[in-house]
């Protein structure tokens, strides 16, 4: 079925490390996708997110490029910093009936200074 | 400012005392879900609502029940909670998936232990 899979954590960095999460998905079509991000004690929180084939998302340093051939979804960013540390969660949107939200199962980042 | 808000933030009770955890947003979404996260598996959709009185099973809704008579409401019902589900609560809120924005906006969650 429909599905997203994500990087397997914990993943600790050192600050201003580059920072890869992969992230693929199956779809029946092209739907779009989101990460979010979870701060301690807090809820989710929208990231970036791309609508379409080859759109690429970005905020706070952080990218995404919706990369229909090979069905991914990549966080990046160039130079983490402490404050980057949090839990990360690539989700696709609503795709052919489906119409709910599928997140992956979470990445946890910490940066240590 | 544009919210979703989850009452009460921590809760313990013991198994088969009926309990509810109330949602409410500001944005007038049609969609809201409820979610449990859990270690290791993320977030899980336990139920929906497409709009005002229609409701719908997500991929573990067994032991909960919704209801949505207003659309700003969605409050999760446990009426004899198990110790199975101790876990982190959330509500979500968004547009309706057709009109093609479904950014999701989430309340801060619900700790909930049951003993």
């Known amino acids: 079925g429909d599905s997203v899979t994500q990087m397997e954590g914990p993943v600790t960095l050192s600050e201003e490390a580059f920072l890869t999460i992969n992230c693929t998905y199956t779809?029946?079509?092209?739907?779009?996708l989101f990460w979010y991000v979870q701060y301690p004690g807090e809820g989710l929180q929208l990231l970036l997110k791309a609508t379409k084939a080859d759109d690429k998302g970005s905020n706070k340093g952080f990218e995404a490029t919706y990369r229909k051939e090979t069905t991914s979804f990549h966080l990046e960013k160039g130079s983490v910093q402490v404050s980057d540390s949090a839990v990360y969660f690539c989700?696709?949107?609503?795709?052919?009936?489906?119409?709910?939200?599928?997140f992956g199962t979470g990445t946890r980042l910490t940066i240590i200074p | 400012e544009a919210q979703v808000t989850q009452n009460p933030r921590y809760l313990i009770t013991v198994t088969g005392k009926k309990l509810t955890v109330t949602c409410s947003q500001n944005m007038n979404h049609e969609y809201m879900s409820w979610y449990r996260q859990d270690p290791g598996l993320g977030l899980r959709q336990i139920y929906y609502?497409?709009?005002?009185?229609?409701?719908d099973k997500g991929d573990v809704p067994e032991g909960y029940k919704v209801s949505r008579k207003e659309k700003r409401n969605f409050p999760l019902i446990l009426e004899s909670p198990s110790p199975n589900q101790t876990s982190l609560y959330f509500c979500a809120s968004s547009l309706s998936p057709g009109q093609g924005n479904t950014e999701a906006f989430f309340g801060q969650g619900t700790r909930l232990t049951v003993v």
């Open positions: 779809a029946t079509g092209y739907p779009s």
């Open positions: 989700a696709r949107g609503p795709n052919f009936g489906n119409e709910k939200l599928t």
């Open positions: 609502s497409m709009n005002v009185e229609v409701t």
